[in-house]
């Protein structure tokens, strides 16, 4: 049974730095794996999405990359800003119209 | 405006008094799907739809049922909920296997 992890369930860090998200699957036959953020009380906004055949997938200040051999994705976030505070979940497909999430990791980025 | 919407936002009701969330999209999407967020145990999947009249269980079905009767419309019915049922109720839509995209989420608290 696919499971989806997400280590550090939560992560400060101070304004202006780089940082990295992690997302971990244990079934590599995965279809696409999703990025979301989620604002607290409210619902989830995609980031970015990953094809399988595809390795990475950039947008403005994030870059999420694919290692399906390795079963892992990450989610890198430049320059980091207060405004990026949030919850951010990875979500894979298996191809079965199934979606598993991972349980998130709560960012906090000082001012 | 391209939104997933969901009504009522917030409901509180007693144990097994039937209750619909509805759900709707103007997208045109084929795939539409049911989640519950509590937690501690992220988002999990309770039903999903790939197309009118085609529905399918997620990995928590019990308790709930769907129905899709036109493209964009996907209720969640409770005919008998408990209050373990209390929890953040979720719907999204997709060209599957695109990007998802989510309601606002409908917080439901049954005594």
């Known amino acids: 049974k696919q499971e989806v992890t997400q280590i550090p369930a939560a992560l400060s860090v101070p304004e202006g730095e780089n940082l990295v998200l992690n997302c971990s699957f244990t079934?590599?036959?995965?279809?696409?794996l999703q990025w979301f953020r989620q604002d607290p009380g409210k619902g989830l906004t995609s980031l970015l999405l990953i094809q399988s055949s595809q390795r990475e997938q950039t947008s403005g200040r994030l870059n999420a990359s694919l290692d399906k051999s390795s079963g892992r994705s990450t989610l890198y976030i430049a320059a980091s800003q207060p405004g990026d505070s949030a919850t951010y979940l990875c979500a894979v497909s298996a191809g079965t119209y199934k979606y598993i999430f991972g349980t998130g990791t709560r960012l906090k980025v000082l001012a | 405006e391209a939104q997933v919407t969901q009504n009522p936002r917030y409901l509180i009701t007693v144990t097994g008094k039937k209750l619909t969330v509805t759900c709707s999209q103007n997208m045109n999407h084929e795939y539409m799907s049911w989640y519950r967020q509590d937690p501690g145990l992220g988002l999990r999947q309770i039903y999903y739809?790939?197309?009118?009249?085609?529905?399918d269980k997620g990995d928590v079905p019990e308790g709930y049922k769907v129905s899709r009767k036109e493209k964009r419309n996907f209720p969640l019915i409770l005919e008998s909920p408990s209050p373990n049922q209390t929890s953040l109720y979720f719907c999204?839509?997709?060209?599957?296997?695109?990007?998802?995209?989510f309601g606002p989420g409908t917080r439901l608290t049954v005594l």
């Open positions: 079934d590599s036959a995965i279809y696409n």
């Open positions: 999204a839509s997709s060209l599957y296997p695109d990007t998802q995209y």
């Open positions: 739809s790939m197309n009118v009249e085609v529905t």
